[in-house]
């Protein structure tokens, strides 16, 4: 069992940056590919990245390429997403999701989710 708490959401202006956070429990935390989706209103839930178990390999969906990181701390139980030069349609509620398998795009795949964080990008 894994619970996820995401944090550092809030109100930024375009061209600005956040730090996002996920907080896992569990003991196996280590051996799960850890992601970030986001939803915005109206729209369905899309990939944004994904980190392997070891931090050894990542992927990015193509519009956060060069913008977003993803990183994990698997001594703290931490999973991480810098986002650097955000956009108004980065406006979306971004949650963390864990899957015990392999790294993939798929949210269906994800055995675990947070509940999500709020990030506003103003013009």
């Known amino acids: 069992q894994v619970r996820l708490v995401e944090s550092g959401g809030g109100v930024v202006q375009a061209g600005g940056s956040l730090r996002l956070s996920c907080a896992a429990s569990?003991?196996?935390?280590?051996?799960?590919?850890m992601g970030w989706f986001r939803q915005a209103p109206g729209k369905e839930r899309e990939f944004v990245a994904v980190?392997?178990?070891?931090?050894?390999?990542?992927d990015y969906a193509d519009f956060v390429k060069g913008r977003f990181t993803i990183s994990r701390d698997n001594d703290n139980n931490m999973v991480y997403l810098q986002m650097n030069s955000l956009k108004r349609e980065d406006t979306a509620v971004y949650y963390c999701?864990?899957?015990?398998?392999?790294?993939?795009?798929?949210?269906?795949?994800?055995?675990?989710w947070g509940q999500g964080t709020q990030v506003t990008v103003s013009s």
């Open positions: 569990g003991r196996t935390f280590s051996t799960y590919a």
């Open positions: 999701a864990a899957d015990k398998i392999s790294p993939t795009r798929v949210a269906s795949r994800y055995e675990y």
């Open positions: 980190i392997s178990w070891s931090g050894g390999s990542t």
